[in-house]
């Protein structure tokens, strides 16, 4: 896939670092033309370390990890961890954690875990940003867990650049990894005069039902969207859409 036959295909990567610049290796490496714009900013929140330890841990995305780091280390092995995808479980085991994590990168892959199945009475952490998703909490306190979010960082839309529209030209497909990043991606690109079909790459049905709702037709989920099962699930789409 190296040899440069999908050169044509520009694609739009629109997530944060250091997330953007794996995304832009493996496509390069399967002969893309990955164009990065970011779209939101990261800002870490402040979160008081808690008496008590879990008896779970989850974190929901490698910004978690970074954040929260004063928590990773008061806990370190004493939970049993679990990381919401492979990008999340890989920061952990960096800050020296084994972790379980899912084949599917979502609340409801975490929720499929055996370690979740049987969780009445446990004390249960998240590692999270500002307003996760309720499903996890929801579903683990039905299930008689002591739930906790630790909101450890925020999403804030970067300022626009005023030649943004530079970026949209002759675009293929556009990957975009939050509901916040979408709406943002939407704004700027119903702006766009020459904006033309692409395929849009999100990494959740939740994202891809808001994105169907905000017009766009051709929306794809890709389960693990940070390297080469994106460039593989890429290049079988625009193969069949030439």
């Known amino acids: 896939m190296g040899s440069g036959r999908h050169r044509a295909h520009r694609v739009l990567l629109t997530r944060t670092e250091p997330g953007a610049s794996r995304q832009a290796q493996a496509l390069c490496e399967a002969g893309f033309e990955p164009v990065k714009l970011p779209l939101l900013d990261i800002e870490p929140v402040a979160c008081q370390v808690p008496s008590e330890t879990p008896d779970i841990a989850i974190a929901l995305s490698a910004h978690a990890v970074t954040h929260g780091s004063e928590l990773i280390a008061a806990w370190r092995n004493r939970p049993t961890w679990l990381a919401v995808g492979k990008a ?3 920061s952990l085991a ?6 379980i994590h899912p084949s599917r990168a979502s609340s409801e892959g975490l929720l499929a875990l055996h370690a979740l199945a049987e969780c009445r009475g446990c004390q249960v952490g998240i590692l999270c940003g500002e307003s996760p998703r309720a499903l996890l909490r929801e579903v683990l306190t039905a299930k008689g867990a002591h739930v906790t979010e630790y909101p450890v960082y925020r999403r804030l839309p970067l300022e626009r650049n005023s030649d943004y529209h530079a970026h949209f030209a002759n675009l293929s497909a556009v990957v975009v990894s939050s509901v916040e990043g979408l709406q943002i991606f939407t704004e700027m690109w119903n702006t766009y005069r020459d904006a033309a079909p692409v395929v849009l790459c999100v990494n959740s049905e939740r994202v891809a039902m808001r994105a169907r709702g905000l017009g766009f037709d051709d929306v794809r989920i890709v389960s693990e969207p940070t390297g080469r ?4 699930a890429l290049a079988g789409w625009l193969r069949r859409t030439a």
């Open 94 to 99: 960096e800050a020296g954690i084994d972790t």
């Open 88 to 90: 999340t479980a890989r």
């Open 229 to 232: 099962g994106l460039a593989r």
